[in-house]
């Protein structure tokens, strides 16, 4: 608990204040004390969001659904204003965890604690119901484990159950991975979405994972759309079945919340109450009865601090990536709490939008997604890791940045400001001279010291020399209506290949035609690992270089991402699933849920791929799927799918990670440590590329600049130069 502010009232009602338990844009949450000694739970509104329509609308409507919902296992409001000049709100004090911080902490439930932990949801969301509410935000961090039995908190986007859905512009409101099918549609929002929900809190709590994974936002919502729900690892059958009814896409065919405690039976004889802790596991009850009795404890207000010497800046809000939103951490005491609000007094609104904060009370929690990602983002203890060094920047186009190196060069994409007019620049890595460009032209990935261009208006396609710019030959395109364009040039070394339904493969020494193909539908060409690859709607193809003719086919929906090294070829499914194949004969060997992005990168017996949100890096073992290690580089991802972007680049013996907190991570790729960072201009918006011992970095803004590791210092050449 914090002390109380200069400006902070010592009452709120009939309430004397105690201390802060959180702060944030809205408001403060309060420990407060009522006139019989209960200790109460007080969120107070800023006077200055009060007059405002669309908050102070918000308010009311969240202190109406608390108080209209009864029942042992949710949060009582106690009292409440929402009229008052600075609008506040009374609910129980409740010490104890959250169910997400109850499988972080301590794993998984197991099935005798999931059972009982079932029948108490479901019996606070038929109260709930009953009241003629939708909750509308269940999820696992709004279920508190108490004393007193679990309870269902936060109602600061329910709504009456006949009214119509909230939306903003172009999104719907809940949380990621924790929304019904309908939610996502933005479609009218009735109980049959909180069993929905129910049954994905219950999936989590028996499996520690989300069942609709917890990857960008488009994938998840894909998969709830869908039906897709990772349920492998739940073994038993009446829990399976249980979760598997619940989320039933059709909202009419989901039992309701009554109807769950009918699939569950009554309980056990002998089995330990609800209303206590003895149904949880030892290590779990043993942590929240102590919550409670620190809790119990008679306390009074904290003192004041001078001026200046303790102001609401000093609590840091963050995010923990568990898709629960952000945590106002205040700073560590002697002794880590981990006592929390409960109720609806458990939310503050945020200033932009109908997000809720979950206020924690809380110490320096090294299992705690935000703490790790800072110690990550440091390196080590002693301080943040060293920073690299700009050799140089320079703009080399107006928009449609992308870069290549071959042949010692760097090769850069672009076209003028209305996208209409490509160009490609080629430049010395050491001190970014253009060395050669050619006009109305667009590179492809090279092979080796050649590049292969696109000109004409894509009626040619020719072979030059990357370090000289030289021509080594020129293929005329025929004009074919059908062909569907020359898309991509790739090379594997046998055949030059291009076309998007036609496919020709082309002499790589003379560019004469060799082949055509048509795989059927439109395809998207890729060269890795000495492959020909063609990803279609529903597959991935390998095509033999000397023939054309497909070789194998795996079954893959909208398949992207492809790479290939050390026998394997991988790609990702638009469900964000990562797909293993073998590359000689197209066999399955894995596939892993919510594991891919784009740039992933494969060697060494490794992939290294975009997993789960964006700044987070995970190294797989190439073979067998098995994770070697993982890596979250940003405390706060942006969750925005049209944002997200992990940008990487494998070069010998570091992996360069690209993020949208625009810096640059150069990672080892044995552990992940992080070697050295740069700050960089948006790192995330172009794929680097590595040559000649820099990294170079595109931005969306056209410029390209070139970093070197921190042990590098310039050699008269211009070129970096390791100090010993």
Not at 127 to 132: D, L, M, P, V, Y
Request: charged share 20%; with cysteine.
């Amino acid at each position: 608990m914090l002390p109380l502010q200069r400006p902070d009232p010592d009452r709120v009602g009939p309430y004397r204040l105690l201390g802060r338990l959180g702060a944030g844009g809205m408001g403060v949450v309060y420990l407060g004390r009522s006139p019989s000694g209960r200790p109460v739970a007080i969120k107070v509104i800023q006077r200055r969001f009060a007059g405002q329509p669309r908050f102070a609308a918000r308010f009311r409507r969240e202190v109406a659904a608390a108080r209209r919902v009864t029942g042992v296992f949710t949060a009582p409001v106690l009292d409440a204003d929402p009229d008052a000049a600075a609008p506040w709100l009374a609910t129980a004090y409740l010490p104890g965890l959250t169910l997400r911080e109850v499988v972080t902490r301590f794993g998984p439930l197991p099935p005798a604690a999931v059972r009982p932990l079932a029948a108490g949801l479901a019996e606070a969301l038929g109260e709930i119901h009953r009241a003629g509410v939708v909750h509308r935000d269940l999820k696992p961090g709004n279920v508190m484990l108490t004393a007193g039995g679990p309870r269902v908190i936060d109602f600061g986007i329910s709504r009456p159950e006949d009214s119509v859905t909230i939306t903003r512009a172009n999104s719907t409101v809940g949380t990621p991975g924790f929304m019904a099918p309908e939610q996502l549609r933005a479609e009218k929002t009735g109980p049959p979405a909180d069993v929905f929900v129910l049954g994905s809190t219950l999936a989590y709590a028996a499996t520690g994972r989300e069942p609709f994974g917890d990857g960008a936002l488009e994938s998840r919502d894909l998969r709830v759309l869908h039906g897709r729900a990772d349920l492998g690892a739940i073994a038993e059958r009446w829990l399976l079945d249980l979760i598997r009814a619940c989320l039933r896409p059709e909202p009419e065919r989901r039992p309701t919340a009554a109807g769950v405690l009918e699939l569950l039976g009554p309980a056990d004889d002998g089995a330990p109450s609800l209303l206590g802790t003895r149904w949880l596991p030892a290590a779990v009850a043993e942590e929240i009865d102590r919550c409670s009795a620190e809790a119990a404890a008679p306390r009074g207000p904290a003192p004041r601090p001078a001026a200046g010497d303790l102001g609401l800046d000093s609590a840091v809000t963050t995010d923990t990536g568990s898709g629960e939103g952000p945590v106002t951490r205040p700073p560590a005491a002697g002794t880590a709490r981990r006592t929390l609000l409960a109720g609806a007094g458990a939310a503050l609104l945020t200033m932009t939008g109908f997000g809720t904060l979950l206020w924690r009370l809380a110490g320096d929690d090294p299992g705690d997604d935000d703490v790790r990602s800072a110690t990550w983002r440091t390196g080590t203890a002693a301080g943040p890791p060293p920073e690299g060094v700009s050799r140089w920047k320079r703009r080399v186009t107006e928009s449609r940045l992308e870069l290549f190196a071959a042949g010692g060069v760097l090769l850069a994409n672009g076209s003028d400001e209305k996208g209409e007019k490509a160009h490609v620049r080629a430049l010395d890595p050491r001190t970014g001279k253009v060395l050669w460009s050619r006009e109305g032209a667009s590179a492809s990935r090279p092979y080796e010291d050649v590049a292969y261009l696109s000109f004409d208006r894509a009626a040619k396609v020719g072979a030059v020399r990357a370090a000289t710019g030289e021509a080594l030959w020129t293929h005329d395109v025929p004009f074919d209506v059908d062909g569907g364009g020359t898309g991509d040039i790739v090379a594997t070394g046998q055949i030059v290949a291009y076309g998007t339904q036609k496919i020709t493969g082309l002499d790589p020494s003379t560019g004469r035609r060799r082949w055509e193909t048509r795989p059927g539908g439109r395809v998207t060409l890729f060269a890795a690992g000495g492959l020909l690859l063609a990803v279609a709607e529903t597959a991935l193809l390998a095509l033999d270089a000397a023939t054309g003719r497909t070789r194998w086919k795996y079954p893959l929906d909208y398949g992207d991402f492809p790479v290939a090294a050390d026998g394997m070829v991988f790609a990702v499914d638009r469900f964000g699933t990562q797909h293993a194949v073998r590359a000689g004969t197209g066999a399955p060997a894995w596939k892993l849920p919510n594991a891919g992005g784009w740039g992933g990168q494969a060697g060494g017996g490794r992939l290294y791929t975009e997993a789960r949100r964006d700044g987070e890096v995970l190294a797989l073992d190439a073979a067998t799927g098995r994770r070697i290690w993982s890596r979250a580089l940003l405390a706060r991802p942006k969750d925005d799918p049209r944002a997200q972007a992990t940008a990487l680049c494998l070069a010998g013996p570091t992996l360069y990670v690209g993020c949208t907190d625009d810096v640059l991570y150069a990672l080892d790729p044995a552990d992940g440590r992080i070697q050295w960072t740069y700050g960089a201009d948006k790192p995330a918006a172009v794929q680097p590329v590595s040559t000649g011992g820099l990294v170079i970095l595109g931005a969306p803004d056209g410029h390209v600049r070139a970093v070197a590791p921190p042990s590098a210092q310039p050699n008269p050449n211009g070129g970096p130069r390791a100090t010993p």
